[in-house]
T-cell receptor, first 112, second 115 residues
Framework: NAGVTQTPKFQVLKTGQSMTLQCAQD?????MYWYRQDPGMGLRLIYY???????DKGEVPNGYNVSRLNKREFSLRLESAAPSQTSVYFCASQRTANTEAFFGQGTRLTVV | DQQVKQNSPSLSVQEGRISILNCDYT??????FLWYKKYPAEGPTFLIS???IKDKNEDGRFTVFLNKSAKHLSLHIVPSQPGDSAVYFC??????????????WGLGTSLAVNP
C-alpha cells in the first residue's frame, strides 16, 4: 500500500553539489511528475513524464534533469545545486491524465 | 499568467458552519477539475473532482460546483470540522496544443476551522 515513495525526506546540500531525488510508484501509473513548492508560489511543475520513455519540461525546468528509468521510477537530478533550489519537492503519479494524481510525502531540500 | 486562480489566500470559519473555497480559471480548454488538501509536512491528497460535463459532484461533506460560463468552481465543506484546517489547492487540466494533458494548479487557500 505504499503509493508514491520519495527519498530522501530531508537533504542539505552545499552550493555546487549534485544529488538525485528518487521517486517510485507501485500503482502502475503512466504519468509521473516533479513539482516544487515555495511559500506563496503554490505547486510549480518542473518536469513530467506522460509515459515510460518520455519526459517533458514543465514551468521551471532550469537547473534540473530527469530520468524515467522504467514505469515505476522517475528521478530528479540537480547537477549543481544553487540556493534558489531550496524548496520542498513533490513527486506525483497519475494513471491517466483525467484521473487524480497521487503525491509522495515530499523532500525538503536546503542548499546553503 | 495564472490560468487557475484562488483569489483568497486564507479563510477562517467556525466549526459546524459552511466553508466555501473559490477557484477561477481562464482556459476554456480545461475540462477536468480537482481539489486537493494539504497538511503541513505532507504531500497533497486528492479530495474531489468534477468533469466539465457535470455542474455538481458530492462526496460526503464535500461538494464541488462548476459554472462553466463563469469559468468558476467552488468547494463547499458542510459542516466544517477543525480537522479540515489545511491548505486547499484547485487544479485543472485540458488537452493542450501538443495533445498532452497536465495539471495546472492554483496557489492554494489556507482554511482555518475554529472550534
Amino acid at each position: 500500500n505504499a503509493g508514491v515513495t520519495q527519498t530522501p525526506k530531508f537533504q542539505v546540500l552545499k552550493t555546487g553539489q549534485s544529488m538525485t531525488l528518487q521517486c517510485a510508484q507501485d500503482m502502475n501509473h503512466n504519468s509521473m511528475y516533479w513539482y516544487r513548492q515555495d511559500p506563496g508560489m503554490g505547486l510549480r511543475l518542473i518536469y513530467y513524464s506522460a509515459s515510460e520513455g518520455t519526459t517533458d519540461k514543465g514551468e521551471v525546468p532550469n537547473g534540473y534533469n530527469v530520468s524515467r528509468l522504467n514505469k515505476r521510477e522517475f528521478s530528479l537530478r540537480l547537477e549543481s545545486a544553487a540556493p534558489s533550489q531550496t524548496s520542498v519537492y513533490f513527486c506525483a503519479s497519475q494513471r491517466t491524465a483525467n484521473t487524480e494524481a497521487f503525491f509522495g510525502q515530499g523532500t525538503r531540500l536546503t542548499v546553503v | 499568467d495564472q490560468q487557475v486562480k484562488q483569489n483568497s489566500p486564507s479563510l477562517s470559519v467556525q466549526e459546524g458552519r459552511i466553508s466555501i473555497l473559490n477557484c477561477d480559471y481562464t482556459n476554456s480548454m480545461f475540462d477536468y477539475f480537482l481539489w486537493y488538501k494539504k497538511y503541513p509536512a505532507e504531500g497533497p491528497t486528492f479530495l474531489i473532482s468534477i468533469s466539465s460535463i457535470k455542474d455538481k459532484n458530492e462526496d460526503g461533506r464535500f461538494t464541488v460546483f462548476l459554472n462553466k460560463s463563469a469559468k468558476h468552481l467552488s468547494l463547499h465543506i458542510v459542516p466544517s470540522q477543525p480537522g479540515d484546517s489545511a491548505v486547499y489547492f484547485c487544479a485543472a487540466s485540458g488537452v493542450n496544443a501538443g495533445n498532452n494533458r497536465k495539471l495546472i494548479w492554483g496557489l492554494g487557500t489556507s482554511l482555518a476551522v475554529n472550534p
